[in-house]
């Protein structure tokens, strides 16, 4: 603004000069010289207005305050614009007749010049500076101006972003951000537990119908004996006529684990001395894990874990006797029927002991290893049917029942079956007396 003033004097100085001329003349010939004097900066206030200044301390907020500064620079700028284009053309008629003060008579007009100042008269010290500097000074300034312009703007352009938002308005978002987590989550959660339940619903679905299926396979199975020599799948009875080492029978089912259990069949034997083995269990580790036996002079055993009885049992008389043998892990509480009878109990028999599952169960041998390594002198001689494994005890009804014939009822665990025992060695499967014609061998 300052250079615009200074030329605006100068062209003012220059009109002044003409007017000077003698009256009628309408234009200085070409010998004619210009006095160019300066005008002070006041006087020429009006033609180029200052910007204005923005008031500091307001009422208004710093980010009003701050777009009103922007919005007064861009009005700055395009007055500045508009005053460079007016005085651009005053700028090349000043130079022209610049350009006539210092060329009209070469020296004389150079030293008219000097003449003039050296007399103190008040000339521009800047008028011989060249045009083109007073063009870029202001485009200097002006590029400046733009420059502090963009400032400006991306100050607001951050304030608004980062400062703009209350303190209030982040807290409800980020209370907001906070709630839609926990939501998230405990939906999250709310499927894995649907998850887990419905798989823990799937198992035990197939579970179910796996049971069902292998109870209808074993009933297809038994009615599909059509070609049995046996009338129903249960009445048959395994002989073993021999003391040897190699005759036996083997169940086909294994034991789960057990906490109690009710073991009866029907045996007659009149081998001596002692009636021999007519079953054992043994499993990986446990030869003797269940055992019944009578072997040479001694009284009839009952072996769980290795742990023995002794029971008051008499069953080498050549007849046909019913016997069961019920245990729990309670205390290791036992008992033994004969024909139906309670003849005697007892406990301490291997206590808080789970019969083991997965073993081998063998019907007229003693298994030193699981399912091998027999003993002749511990074999059993004679027949033996209607062996069941139920895993619980008896009543003492419900086996005096079974013993006289009143029920027929086959073991939840081991079920005498035709098509779940196996005969090696020369043993051999017969159809066996009824239930009535083994009562009257008693």
């Known amino acids: 603004a300052g250079m615009l003033l200074v030329a605006a004097g100068l062209l003012l100085a220059v009109a002044a000069g003409g007017r000077g001329s003698p009256a009628g003349e309408q234009e200085s010939p070409p010998g004619s010289r210009f006095v ?12 180029c207005p200052l910007p204005p200044v923005p008031m500091q301390g307001g009422a208004l907020p710093p980010e009003e305050e701050l777009k009103a500064t922007v919005l007064q620079l861009r009005e700055t700028v395009l007055q500045q614009k508009e005053t460079i284009g007016s005085q651009r053309e005053a700028i090349r008629e000043l130079t022209g007749k610049l350009s006539r003060c210092e060329g009209a008579d070469g020296k004389s007009a150079a030293g008219a010049w000097k003449n003039e100042v050296g007399k103190g008269k008040d000339t521009m010290g800047d008028l011989p500076r060249d045009p083109a500097q007073v063009i870029d000074q202001l485009s200097r300034t002006m590029q400046t101006l733009k420059d502090r312009l963009e400032s400006l703007e991306h100050q607001l352009r951050a304030n608004v972003s980062y400062a703009a938002l209350p303190s209030d308005l982040r807290e409800m978002l980020q209370r ?3 709630d ?9 959660a709310e499927l894995e537990d649907e998850k887990s339940l419905l798989h823990n619903e799937t198992s035990a679905h197939r579970q179910k119908t796996e049971t069902a299926l292998n109870a209808l396979l074993e009933r297809v199975s038994e009615l599909e004996k059509g070609n049995s020599a046996f009338k129903s799948p249960d009445e048959f009875k395994v002989s073993l006529p021999l003391r040897t080492n190699y005759l036996y029978g083997k169940i086909k089912k294994t034991l789960p684990e057990l906490y109690a259990f009710t073991v009866c069949l029907w045996l007659r034997s009149s081998a ?25 002079n001694n009284p009839i055993e009952l072996l769980i874990n290795d742990k023995v009885a002794q029971l008051p049992l008499f069953i080498s008389d050549g007849k046909w006797h019913h016997i069961c043998i019920t245990w729990t892990t309670r205390d290791g509480m036992w008992e033994a029927f004969q024909d139906g009878e309670k003849l005697g109990t007892g406990e301490n028999l291997a206590p808080w002991h789970p019969i083991k599952p997965g073993g081998v169960l063998i019907l ?29 005890v008896l009543k003492a009804e419900d086996i005096m029942n079974i013993a006289n014939c009143s029920i027929n009822m086959p073991g939840n665990i081991i079920p005498w079956v035709d098509n779940n025992v196996d005969v090696f060695g020369g043993a051999t499967k017969w159809p066996v007396e009824t239930c009535e014609e083994r009562l009257l061998d008693l």
Do not use: H
């Open 176 to 178: 907001r951000l906070g």
């Open 272 to 296: 001596s001395p002692g009636i021999g083995t007519p079953f054992s269990y043994a499993v990986p580790g446990q030869a003797n894990e269940i055992v019944l036996i009578e072997w040479g």
């Open 364 to 392: 007229g041998q003693e298994q030193d290893t699981v399912g091998g390594r027999f003993d002749a002198t511990q074999a059993f001689v004679g027949e033996m049917s209607q062996f069941n494994i139920w895993d619980r």
């Open 180 to 188: 839609l987590e926990r939501q998230l989550l405990s939906k999250v």
């Open 36 to 47: 160019c004097t300066s005008l002070p900066l006041d006087a020429a206030g009006a033609g």
